[in-house]
């Protein structure tokens, strides 16, 4: 029992991470899209 609440925890963890890092991903090419357009 304990063991797998540390894995959902680390999974949890990770997934957060994960999210985090793609929705930057997407800002920043939104943002070289715009500039992109303003040229």
Do not use: A, C, D, V
């Not at 985090?20 to 500039?35: A, D, G, H, S, W």
């Amino acid at each position: 029992m304990l063991i797998s609440g540390i894995i959902s925890k680390n999974l949890h963890f990770y997934l957060n991470f994960f999210l985090i890092n793609e929705l930057k991903k997407i800002e920043t090419f939104q943002e070289f899209i715009r500039l992109m357009n303003k040229n």
